[in-house]
């Protein structure tokens, strides 16, 4: 027992109590807010769960388990060819931290032990915003575009980052500590790498395919004799909320408009290679799920198959709760949030939203995976595309805790240099996105 | 009396490794003091890069995953 933790406890209790007795239930604004909890919950809870965390879940374990993290940090060691330390420092995130706690130390250790302030500060930056988890769960919530934007993003403005951070300080000496560098011999592998990548491959096929989403692409006649093409945003029982693919009477193409069912005649999906795929997904998933299981029965050990699903079971415990948690508190915070505010600071895609958006991003800690329900309930909110990126790209990096360690490991003069980057490259990111994909 | 020391910020793996070491070293009836070090400059002294790490009497014996209690019990003996 740590007074630590048992302190955490309590004060998590005294929250709990305190909350529990001064909530103003009578008041309209909260009990709409306690509704829109729940509400965004379940929408997470049926729409996202079994579909995408839980097989993304079992991925995170699959590649701690099966993928020699040891090997890959080899590339990042004092001797490694410089370009491919840049090219290995800012898409190993991707396999290497799939925890967010074990950035810093990597970081760490790139930068003192390894690689130089180039190649560690580039694994800084795209690290965290790479894992696949939040890869998934950002294209699916926020969006295709957003998805790919932030991964892309991320990896492209690492290397410049690393690479104006190394060119500012070619000069300074880094205080390299003496010691000899610890990085375990990799095991000898129980099988060959192409096994190991197939596996991995079906599994991120399944999820791709059980996470197939319907367009929306339609083609609508209304019952007063207009046709048109638009993409459905949100159903309900009576009513469909469309955004205009094309300009139709005083609405521009991209207007949103709300048609209540008794007026719409007719409502056809257009035929795209997109909607054949989602008609079929169920199977596709299924052929690789099938896949996966076969070949962890042919091919792995059992006291393999128990880690993976030990180190998943680790992660669940990890991160379920975060992001639960998170969209539990976001759905309540939104509706309190005014959306007035928000769009006006940053519902826009001038210069001043996105800076905004990306110095609170640097500044503001986000639980792991928590950055995703925070920034869906912005864009509910009014939030432009532009801003959102930038929130996405600066949030997960940097934080004023992870800051304060980074102080640490190099030196005041340099954490400064790097804040200001990634505000600034944030910036820069999001504005040319949110011209293009706004 | 060998010193245990656990390197790691404090990260959901390392408090397992803490958990496994000490029990193990409990199960072999060895005397040992237990250390963990959270402190990120403290940890590079090691030459460690991944946590959770385990050093015996600062020597570095594990990087970057939490062993089975067999694999510990090897390293203690």
Known sequence: MSW????????????IFVVAYALPL?????????????????????NH??????????????????????????????????????????????????????????????????????????????????????IFLSARVLGLSIGAGRVIGAVTFAVIIGLLMAALFRKAERTKIEAAL?????????????KTALYLACMVLFLVFSDWFNPGNVVVKTSDGRLFNAVVIHETKDTVRFQLEQDLGPEKTGDKIMLSKDEIAEMQERKTWVLTVYHIRWYLAGLCGLAVVIMAWRWFERDEIREWMLNTWQFTKLLVPLLFGGVFVVGFVSVLLPEKQVANWVGDNSLRSNLVASVIGTFWYFATLTEIPITQALMKLGMHNGPVLALLLAGPALSLPNILVIRKVMGN??????????VVMSTIVGLFFGVFWG | MKKLQILG??????KKLAE?????????????????????????????????????????????????????????D
């Open chain 2, 9 to 14: 910020p404090g990260c959901p793996k390392c």
């Open chain 1, 182 to 194: 610890q990085i375990p011999e990799p095991e000898k592998p129980p099988r060959h790498i192409s």
């Open chain 1, 413 to 422: 003069l340099k954490t400064l240099v790097f804040i200001i980057l990634v």
């Open chain 2, 20 to 76: 496994v070491t000490e029990a193990t070293a409990k199960d072999l009836g060895i005397q040992y003091e237990i250390e963990k070090v959270t402190d990120i400059s403290e940890i590079m002294k090691f030459g460690v890069m991944m946590t959770p790490a385990l050093a015996v009497d600062g020597q570095v014996k594990v990087v970057g995953k939490v062993p089975s209690p067999d694999e510990i019990k090897k390293i203690l």
């Open chain 1, 49 to 134: 769960t079994l579909a995408c965390v839980v097989p993304a879940l079992f991925i995170a374990g699959a590649i701690i388990t099966f993928l020699s993290q040891a090997s890959v940090m080899r590339y990042l060691g004092p001797k490694s060819n410089p370009v491919l330390a840049y090219a290995v420092a800012s898409v190993s995130g991707c396999v290497l931290a799939v925890c967010s706690c074990s950035v810093l130390p990597m970081f760490a250790g790139i930068y003192q032990l390894g690689a130089g302030l180039g190649p560690a500060s580039a694994f800084l930056y795209s690290g965290p915003a790479i894992n696949v988890l939040a």
């Open chain 1, 26 to 46: 009578g008041n309209p604004k909260i009990q709409q807010a306690i509704q829109e909890a729940f509400r965004l919950l379940q929408w997470y809870a049926r």
């Open chain 1, 4 to 15: 630590k933790t048992e302190l955490k406890i309590l004060a998590a209790l005294v929250t």
